[in-house]
């Protein structure tokens, strides 16, 4: 629905400039010099805006990320049927929305985090279409400790157990990887070899 919205948008402000084209005459009045305004700004920043927002929220989803041939494996990862594997684990068990599953868990990535972030982002492009992609993909910084603790702080099944509560101060500062001992993620590099879940 808000795909047509855009569309309709663009189409309105396209009719609008074609009709002040067509008629010059328009703007001569100042309802007419309304009109252009409209169509001219008003309409293109409404469609880019929202246009923008659709393609941000879109872009979240575990279908966006998994289009990019890259990240098939990594996709391929979610349905180890090994439960060790964390982030199989968590996908499968619906800890996190099977929907927004890469963006879940790695919310400072490209697009969604700060200006260095996006950057990051930008510097993804270039690489897959200007570069060779490496064979291994890896993190450009240490996974950060607040990708799992804005789901896990507060569980009682995380601020209870131990070794979870004498190391939570550490792992709130990132002084201890959750990594350390949660460090069955992604088999990416085995993904063709691995059983997979049949599941949803």
């Known amino acids: ?7 309709i948008l663009i189409v309105l402000s396209v009719v609008l400039i074609g009709l002040l084209i067509v008629r010059p005459s328009l703007m001569a009045v100042p309802g007419g010099k309304i009109l252009a305004f ?3 700004f008003i309409l293109p920043i409404a469609a880019i805006a929202l246009g923008s927002a659709i393609h941000l929220k879109e872009a979240k989803s575990t279908d ?27 996908f499968q068990n619906n800890r996190i929305p099977r929907s927004e599953a890469c963006y879940t868990c790695h919310t400072n990535y490209a697009m969604f985090g700060g200006v260095k972030a996006k950057l990051g982002g930008l510097r993804h492009l270039y690489i897959y279409y200007f570069k060779t992609v490496p064979e291994k993909l890896a993190l450009y910084e240490p996974y950060n400790n607040r990708e799992c603790l804005h789901c896990h702080a507060g ?32 088999d990416a590099q085995h993904a063709d070899q691995i059983k997979l879940w049949k599941g949803p």
């Open 155 to 186: 569980a009682r099944s995380f601020e209870e157990t131990s070794p979870h509560k004498e190391m939570k101060e550490q792992l709130g500062t990132n002084d201890m990887s959750c990594l350390t001992c949660h460090n069955k993620i992604h």
């Open 38 to 40: 409209i169509a001219l």
């Open 1 to 7: 629905m808000a795909n047509h919205a855009v569309t």
């Open 64 to 90: 966006f990320c998994l289009s990019c041939h890259t990240m098939e494996p990594y996709g391929k990862s979610l349905r180890n049927d090994d439960q060790t594997y964390i982030p199989a684990s968590h």
